[in-house]
């Protein structure tokens, strides 16, 4: 491998536009070999074609050994590249003759063939004695491919183009998996063909299988040609990704020199039943340049889901826009969709245009991955022409997809800029994303064929560096992230420790920040200590108050003090139904079924509310005023009593099961309050109910109720925190939690 520029941007999203601006010359660059070589003028990821788990590239020098044409392949590694040389290549890839071009054309390919390896074609426009143009598919797998390999003895498939002066290969790509088969499908263009007129060009899908064989273009699966003279359709294609949301992948391809060079670009939904015909009848969408010779596709790509919509969405560039002023040039965002139509570009919903005159932005355009891990896909694009650093020396950028992207953004407001290191060299023509040192952030190629007489030179860049694989990139790259230490994949940021005076593992509210995932001597992750110098007491304790003096208290009028013992008038116990009246806790069962209510304003009552014969006590539970809740003693049913008049006004069954061992009590919950409650048989098996009071109404109303088994649960000290009921064992650990959710259903949390 030559030496390899690595380039490493770790940013965050922005929300304003703020500038990283770099100049090639920073970084670790190779040179071509020999002027005219044109190292750098394509270059692809390729994917995994190993399986190693780092995405492998491809760079190429087109003309080298008299336009013979060579390809560079590079594996990825997890090791960051500082120094390399061309010679330190995995393995060099020969055109078959001079003048064929090899490497006019490089792409990843995906599983051409369903063997579980990424695959990868390099066209040769040249192929041939008469341009007749080729391609050849080179098929991934465990052995690595070495040392010097001419292209005919490792191709896998050869696909030749159908006459002269096709220049078939001069455009290759994934078309995804068209028709839906599982196999990704192999897209080929020729902008010389000339089956519908003269140089109207032509695009050729072949199908992935698990056998291709070498083939003419004339047995491709499909064939789709240009729509009028000089077309050139073809010069670009790409895979479009699923843009119309239905689950099939797309594929899209353009004409620059349609209709007086404003050019065109067309996108033909996959589906199982595909046929061939002129691109005219066959597109699903036709995307027009906005006025004449602005060359619109000449670059094309599909970026994946720039705004987070779920669709997939495509960029197109037109590097002569305003042709007859500046030639910033320009590329265009669509966003995909069900409804995705026919437009001119004018209607695109993002515009980018060069920074200034001729500039020619948009030569190349291309998906970067996610640049920043924020979930959006992000975009480059190339401006050869640019001169903000040097005359024309060209320079790339990149733009972070959002759900908010501007309407219409200039290149001075992309998120980063890479300048071309000297005057001249038109750094803009090549450049793509991968995942080089497998750490889930995307890394750049890029590429300056003019550069150094044509020698050429290639960049390799890190964007952003994730040492430890924690999805938080650290320093080490060109741009610093965000994590504190990118040797522990456990902390990423800064805690928040709590001084913890009296080490009960408690801690104040005084904080200190720390780079670890465990507290420091002295220090708690916990702020709740009420009293810092006391181990014995951290938190607030609720007590009950017992107006009436006989050990029970009411629920429902509470203190908090951060004590272990309860202050005078208040008790532990928040049992008392009647806190004006002493003992009324319970109802016992009387004869014949009916329930005897004892202390009732000095005079013993019966009310029969469960038929109940056993002698067991049951609970009874003042709600309100008048209001009382009575539950069976087997936790059967659950009963409103007016106490006054002696009447039962509403019931509740609750379970036709036993359950002997049980709490009622009545808590606020989604706003609206509830009878909780908390019953266990002998096997530990534990029915949780809870049960809506509709007091204005004098009726319980909706139940809900969980189930599980935990002999460890002790229902008398179920409790509540906001809208999660806590089921505790007898010293009051928490056992589990249910989250009475929105929809009123018990969620175990």
């Not at 008299?66 to 392949?73: E, I, N, P, Q, Y």
């Not at 994946?304 to 320009?330: F, H, R």
Request: proline fraction near 1%; glycine fraction near 10%; aromatic fraction near 8%.
């Amino acid at each position: 491998m030559k030496k390899i520029l690595l380039l490493l941007l770790l940013a965050l999203p922005l929300t304003t536009y703020s500038q990283e601006e770099f100049n090639l010359s920073e970084f670790v660059g190779f040179d071509g070999s020999v002027e005219g070589d044109r190292l750098g003028s394509d270059m692809a990821n390729v994917g995994d074609i190993d399986n190693d788990g780092y995405d492998d590239f491809l760079i190429s020098a087109s003309e080298e050994n008299s336009d013979t044409g060579a390809v560079f392949l590079f594996y990825g590694r997890a090791e960051t590249i500082t120094n390399i040389d061309l010679a330190d290549a995995d393995a060099k890839i020969t055109g078959e003759a001079a003048e064929d071009y090899a490497g006019s054309a490089v792409s990843g390919l995906g599983d051409v063939n369903g063997d579980g390896y990424d695959d990868f074609i390099i066209g040769a426009s040249g192929y041939g004695a008469g341009n007749k143009g080729a391609a050849y598919v080179i098929y991934g797998g465990s052995t690595r491919y070495t040392d010097l390999n001419p292209i005919a003895n490792i191709a896998r498939v050869i696909i030749t183009g159908k006459t002269d002066g096709d220049q078939a290969g001069y455009s290759v790509a994934t078309a995804g998996d068209v028709n839906n088969d599982n196999y990704n499908d192999i897209l080929i263009g020729a902008p010389g063909n000339d089956d519908g007129f003269t140089n109207s060009g032509a695009i050729y899908v072949i199908y992935g299988g698990s056998s291709i064989p070498n083939m003419s273009l004339d047995n491709a699966d499909l064939e789709f040609t240009g729509e009028t003279l000089s077309d050139d359709l073809g010069f670009s294609v790409s895979h479009a990704g699923d843009v119309n949301c239905d689950g099939i992948d797309d594929l899209m391809a353009g004409a620059f020199f349609y209709s007086s060079s404003k050019g065109r670009s067309y996108i033909i939904f996959g589906s199982e039943t595909l046929t061939s015909g002129t691109i005219a009848s066959k597109a699903n969408v036709r995307l027009t340049g906005e006025q004449d010779d602005d060359q619109s596709g000449r670059a094309l790509v599909g970026v994946g889901d720039a705004n987070g919509d779920s669709c997939d969405d495509v960029l197109i560039g037109a590097n002569q826009y305003d042709y007859s002023g500046s030639e910033m040039g320009a590329a265009y965002l669509i966003y995909g969709s069900a409804t995705l139509t026919d437009m001119s570009l004018s209607d695109s919903d993002v515009k980018f245009t060069g920074e200034g005159d001729t500039n020619l932005a948009g030569k190349v355009v291309e998906k970067a991955g996610d640049v920043n891990n924020d979930g959006y896909s992000d975009l480059m694009i190339g401006a050869p022409g640019n001169y903000s650093s040097a005359l024309q020396a060209g320079a790339y950028y990149i733009i972070y997809g959002s759900a908010s992207l501007a309407s219409n953004i200039s290149l001075s407001n992309a998120d980063i800029k890479l300048s071309g290191e000297a005057a001249f060299d038109a750094a803009g023509y090549a450049i793509s994303g991968a995942d080089i040192n497998g750490d889930g952030f995307s890394d750049v190629i890029a590429g300056s064929y003019v550069k150094n007489s044509y020698k050429g030179k290639a960049y390799i860049g890190y964007l952003y560096i994730d040492n430890d694989n924690d999805g938080i990139a650290g320093t080490d790259g060109l741009l610093d992230g965000i994590d504190c230490n990118d040797s522990d994949n456990t902390v990423s940021a800064n805690q928040t420790y709590y001084i913890d005076s009296d080490l009960d593992g408690y801690g104040s509210i005084t904080s200190a920040s720390f780079c670890s995932g465990t507290a420091p001597a002295g220090y708690s992750a916990n702020n709740t200590d009420c009293s810092d110098t006391d181990s014995t007491i951290n938190a607030n304790q609720t007590y009950y108050q017992d107006l009436d003096g006989d050990g029970l208290g009411n629920a429902s009028v509470t203190t908090a003090v951060c004590s272990l013992t309860a202050p005078a008038g208040y008790v532990t116990n928040s049992n008392d139904t009647n806190d004006a009246i002493k003992d009324i806790s319970t109802i016992t069962a009387g004869d014949n079924g009916d329930i005897t209510i004892t202390y009732i304003n000095n005079e013993a009552s019966i009310i029969d509310v469960f038929s109940y014969t056993g002698t067991d006590e049951m609970t009874l539970k003042q709600y309100q005023d008048n209001y009382y809740l009575a539950l069976h003693p087997k936790a059967k049913k659950l009963a409103l009593i007016d106490i006054n008049t002696l009447t039962v006004l509403s019931r509740k069954t609750l379970s036709k099961k036993s359950f002997p061992t049980n709490s009622l009590k009545t808590y606020t919950l989604r706003n609206k309050k509830w009878a909780v409650i908390t019953a266990k048989n002998k096997k530990g098996k534990v029915k949780l109910s809870v049960v809506k009071i509709i007091i204005t109404q004098e009726k319980l109303g909706k139940k809900v109720s969980a189930s599980l088994v935990n002999k460890k649960i002790t229902p008398a000290k179920t409790k509540k925190n906001k809208n999660t009921i806590l089921l505790r064992s007898k010293k009051n650990v928490i056992i589990t939690k249910y989250l009475l959710t929105k929809k009123l259903i018990l969620k175990e949390i």
